[in-house]
């Protein structure tokens, strides 16, 4: 069970990927090969979940709830997780090609969109979403369970 408020989870969800971040850029300094390839996994693995709970859970509930859905705050964040995928997979390709540098040097772009999309989403989208689907917050925490580890 989710002991956490809608906007607490999310928000916490945000920095646990924030230090999956930081924990690549300390393999890559360290030049450990398979510390490296390992912490880019779960980084890359976090920010994935992250967008699926919220595209898969969160957004869906919230569009129902206030029929905001073309043009609205969940297709701003949408639009921006497909670009920060998009850097996830040059990011992959770097990786595959044993490019820890480019990795990080391309991290360095998506760590600016991430941190700009997180204000966003934590200054605006979760504090409507939480007052919107506060009643609704237990189905939705349950759902959101089967995505976590």
């Given at each position: 069970?989710?002991?956490?408020?809608?906007?607490?989870?999310?928000?916490?969800?945000?920095?646990?990927?924030?230090?999956?971040?930081?924990?690549?850029?300390?393999?890559?300094?360290?030049?450990?090969?398979?510390?490296?390839?390992?912490?880019?996994?779960?980084?890359?693995?976090?920010?994935?979940?992250?967008?699926?709970?919220?595209?898969?859970?969160?957004?869906?509930?919230?569009?129902?709830?206030?029929?905001?859905?073309q043009?609205?705050?969940?297709?701003v964040?949408?639009?921006?997780?497909?670009q920060?995928?998009?850097?996830?997979?040059?990011m992959?390709?770097?990786?595959?090609?044993?490019?820890?540098?480019?990795?990080i040097?391309?991290?360095?772009?998506?760590l600016?969109?991430?941190?700009?999309?997180?204000?966003?989403?934590e200054?605006?989208?979760?504090t409507?979403?939480?007052?919107?689907l506060?009643?609704?917050?237990?189905?939705?925490?349950?759902?959101?369970?089967s995505y976590?580890?």
């Open positions: 069970m989710i002991d956490k408020q809608l906007m607490q989870f999310f928000t916490d969800d945000h920095r646990e990927a924030d230090q999956c971040w930081a924990t690549l850029e300390e393999a890559v300094n360290g030049g450990d090969q398979p510390a490296i390839r390992a912490a880019f996994d779960t980084y890359k693995s976090r920010m994935l979940r992250h967008f699926s709970m919220e595209e898969e859970v969160l957004f869906p509930a919230f569009e129902a709830k206030t029929g905001m859905s043009g609205g705050p969940t297709a964040m949408r639009m921006e997780h497909e920060m995928r998009g850097m996830l997979e040059q992959s390709t770097a990786m595959e090609s044993g490019d820890a540098q480019e990795v040097d391309l991290g360095d772009t998506q600016m969109l991430v941190q700009q999309h997180n204000q966003k989403e200054t605006i989208l979760y409507m979403a939480q007052r919107m506060d009643g609704d917050w237990p189905e939705l925490s349950a759902k959101l369970e976590l580890d």
